[in-house]
């Protein structure tokens, strides 16, 4: 993700993401950092991510929701894929309830959660 758009997402929803009583929302961070000090850079203190070193399971959401970088494409077999990075998928249990959470927060800022809800 590009720092503004993390920057907005922990500014937006930081009281959400911590309040340890509420679990309907949670942000995890999927990277498409080229290195693990990039990585470092861009999650933020509440987010949950999956850890830079484990590319397999970082790659197969990759490959489930169509969505990198596309200079990563080639190294995923990915012909083509349904979203661009940055990308905020909002999910419900198995459900998706949007593909497109960045034009959602920009649009709704923390009203895009009860939009979501």
Not at 4 to 15: A, I, P, W
Not at 78 to 96: F, H, K, T, W
Not at 101 to 116: I, M, S
């Amino acid at each position: 993700m590009s720092t503004t758009v993390t920057e907005e997402l922990n500014d937006l929803f930081r009281s959400q993401l911590l309040d340890a009583t509420d679990h309907r929302f949670r942000i995890v961070y999927v990277s498409s950092d080229k290195n693990a000090r990039q990585f470092q850079q861009y999650i933020k203190d509440g987010w949950i991510s999956i850890p830079y070193e484990n590319t397999q399971e970082r790659s197969g959401i990759k490959r489930l929701f169509k969505t990198c970088a596309k200079i990563e494409m080639q190294s995923l077999g990915m012909d083509s894929r349904d979203y661009e990075i940055p990308n905020l998928l909002i999910l419900a249990g198995d459900r998706v309830l949007t593909f497109d959470g960045v034009a959602d927060t920009k649009e709704r800022g923390v009203k895009a959660v009860g939009y979501w809800l």
